[in-house]
């Protein structure tokens, strides 16, 4: 599953549970696209439950979708990953170190709150 909301003006809530395959993959990149289109210095939370590698269709949709994902990069300043594996965690902060202008920073899952009022400060 992957799910998204625009749960505020400039927060995207992403969800990541289970397997993808691509018509979940598609859908779900669609949403983000869609709940990212009208924003500027953005925040993401990303909830990442039960870690499942995607399928090859999906990461197929991935690869094709990939010039519009780019383009999603400057509309967000901001993101924190909760997972509570750790390899995760260090892939999404190194991510962050080379994205400009994206801060990355991870928490385990527990830690939601924390995420929460890292993502409100400037």
Known sequence: ???????E???????LC?????DLMQAGLE????AAEDLTNGTMLYVIDDFEWPTAGALAVELKMMPDLLRLLGKFR???VLCDAGWIRKVAEIEGMLIPGLEIKSFVSKDREAAENWLTRA
């Open 1 to 7: 599953m992957l799910a998204i909301e625009k749960q």
């Open 18 to 22: 289970g397997p993808l395959n691509a």
């Open 9 to 15: 003006e400039d927060r995207v809530f992403v969800h």
């Open 78 to 80: 901001k993101c924190a």
């Open 31 to 34: 949403d983000l696209i869609e």
